[in-house]
């Protein structure tokens, strides 16, 4: 099961009432739900009876021939938003809810189980690719429209939204899809990603590379093929993984601002941690270091004691001019 939508599909129907709707082929200039939107998926459904101002918009299930349609949720109708109780003839088509436009950017929710289902193809490249003139001469289409900037869902990590990319289609031949953190490919992106490898390879029926998103995914991927240079484009993420350089524009602000703290590396993550010992950091920046046991001053021959740490603990002057010791033993050497 997947959620899919497809233009001109509609069909004729003479179901009548609440219930599930019988398809009855499709109206002249369109095709079925069966060839459109698949058995056993969830797309997007407008019934209109033919004569009257009875509709209904909704979110439906097709059986395992496409040729019933579950309403399974109404989003609006003309019936008060809820289920309409239809008299006579009717067509059912898939459409776009209001609400895909009115909402900024809705994203229905695609499980393991049902993906979202993304249809790949590949044709010749054009002067509307972003890569046009650099790399292979032909394009990722999805779902007709040549390598677009896409953006996925995800957060939850228990909940993570799948995308499926279908390369069932015969132009996906040698083309398998994979995901990068550069558009060069020079490192590739796995973690959640699944592929049918070479059984079955793309071009054939079943192939597919899928993604499973959530906020640990890098906030941008490339999507291109493994074979070929720059036929894809890339993703956007909303994520906490920063794939790249980060510039602040102003202030970086974390959760304990206290004055007189640096951040530190503990070796997987930087942590906030105020100075000690013999050093403090005011909120300026500047760093001042504490008074060690001995005074400021100038020291002549000067006798000093060091700690292990190279901290200077203790000094005082010697007697003035050169020893005996010295003097005779410059005596000897001459």
Do not use: W
Not at 270 to 283: F, P, R, V
């Amino acid at each position: 099961m997947a959620f899919k939508l497809n233009d001109r599909v509609k069909e004729s129907s003479s179901t009548t009432g609440t219930g599930t709707f019988t398809l009855g082929g499709a109206v002249s200039g369109f095709e079925t739900f069966a060839a459109g939107i698949g058995g056993s998926n969830t797309t997007y459904y407008c019934i209109f009876e033919t004569g009257t101002n009875n509709f209904e918009v909704g979110f439906g299930t097709l059986n395992g021939g496409a040729s019933t349609l579950a309403r399974t949720n109404v989003i609006s109708s003309s019936n008060s938003d809820g289920l309409v109780n239809f008299a006579g003839a009717t067509e059912v088509f898939c459409t776009v809810p209001g609400a895909k436009i009115g909402l900024p950017k809705p994203e229905e929710y695609g499980s393991s189980s049902a993906p979202k289902i993304i249809t790949v193809k590949v044709a010749s490249k054009t002067a509307a690719h972003p890569y046009s003139g650099q790399g292979s001469s032909s394009a990722y289409y999805l779902d007709g429209l040549e390598s677009p900037a896409i953006t996925f869902s995800g957060a939850d990590s228990s909940y993570k939204y799948y995308y499926r990319f279908d390369q069932s289609d015969s132009s996906n031949s040698g083309h398998p899809l994979r995901f990068y953190l550069d558009a060069a490919k020079t490192t590739e992106y796995t973690t959640g990603v699944t592929n049918t490898g070479s059984s079955p390879a793309p071009g054939s029926s079943g192939a597919y590379t899928q993604i499973a998103v959530d906020v640990n995914t890098p906030n941008v991927l490339y999507y291109q093929c493994s074979s070929h240079g720059y036929m894809g484009n890339f993703a956007n993420v909303i994520s906490n993984n920063i794939n790249g350089n980060l510039t602040i524009g102003s202030q970086l602000r974390m959760p304990d601002n206290t004055s007189a703290k640096i951040l530190v590396a503990d070796g997987t993550s930087y942590q906030e941690s105020a100075l000690s010992g013999d050093a403090t950091i005011a909120s300026g920046g500047a760093l001042t270091l504490a008074n060690t046991g001995v005074s400021a001053g100038s020291y002549t021959s000067a006798s000093i004691t060091v700690d292990a740490k190279g901290r200077l603990t203790a000094a005082s002057s010697g007697a003035g001019g050169v020893t005996a010791g010295f003097v005779t033993a410059m005596a000897i050497a001459l």
